[in-house]
């Protein structure tokens, strides 16, 4: 089955770490573009970062230089790593696979809430 | 960066009547190889976003019929024939042509 699970989310304080991840199975993870894209409650879709095959990364700038988003293609797993968090990053955070200018794969989501 | 809007943001239908989703990209997303970089998604209450249509187009693996994508350039519509009560949720637009990826404001359909 084709599928994204991600995990790892939950409750921290501003200024804190939090390490998402992403399992992936079901299609050839190792030739695949992912890319976390995250939801604040309420409001619409922001994209937030991307990491090619070969581990090519960008970011929206919002989080660059505080988050850092890596793969593991021996775990067929991806990651984001979180830090200097603030309550702007609280969100429903999305992994997903990039194919053909779209993302086709989405998980379920994790959510994360920065609060005091 | 690239600003997608889209209109209407709210979209009031009656089953089994028409629905059609603008969406207008700041530059345009027709790639040199002649695809257009646009994609349109479907979050159904509660649910994770599903692809909809890639590449401005192409319908997605297992979408029904009745949804079409269509535009070139920096104008896009999605259409859907005849609205079902499934079909209920937010349509967002997305280009993926450059980073940062932007998606639009979003679309609640709701049935009448």
């Known amino acids: 089955e084709v599928q994204l699970v991600e995990s790892g989310g939950g409750l921290v304080q501003p200024g804190g770490s939090l390490r998402l991840s992403c399992a992936a199975s079901?299609?050839?993870?190792?030739?695949?573009?992912m890319a976390w894209v995250r939801q604040a409650p309420g409001k619409g879709l922001e994209w937030v970062a991307t990491i090619k095959p070969g581990g090519s990364e960008s970011y929206v700038d919002s989080v660059r230089g505080r988050f850092t988003i890596s793969r593991d293609n021996n775990k067929r797993s991806l990651y984001l790593q979180m830090n200097s968090l603030r309550a702007e990053d609280t969100a429903v955070y999305y992994c997903a696979r990039a194919d053909r200018a779209a993302y086709d794969i989405w998980g379920q989501g994790t959510m994360v809430t920065v609060s005091p | 960066d690239i600003v997608m809007t889209q209109s209407p943001l709210s979209l009031p239908v009656t089953p089994g009547e028409p629905a059609s989703i603008s969406c207008r990209s700041s530059?345009?997303?027709?790639?040199?190889?002649?695809?257009?970089?646009l994609g349109w998604y479907l979050q159904k209450p509660g649910q994770s976003p599903q692809l909809l249509i890639y590449?401005?187009?192409n319908r997605a693996s297992g979408v029904p019929d009745r949804f079409s994508g269509s535009g070139s350039g920096t104008d896009f519509t999605l259409k859907i024939s005849r609205v079902e009560a499934e079909d209920v949720g937010v349509y967002y637009c997305?280009?993926?042509?450059?980073?940062?990826?932007?998606f639009g404001q979003g679309t609640r359909l709701e049935i009448k």
């Open positions: 079901g299609f050839t993870f190792t030739t695949s573009w």
């Open positions: 530059q345009s997303l027709l790639y040199s190889n002649g695809d257009n970089f």
């Open positions: 997305m280009q993926g042509l450059q980073t940062p990826v932007t």
């Open positions: 590449l401005g187009s």
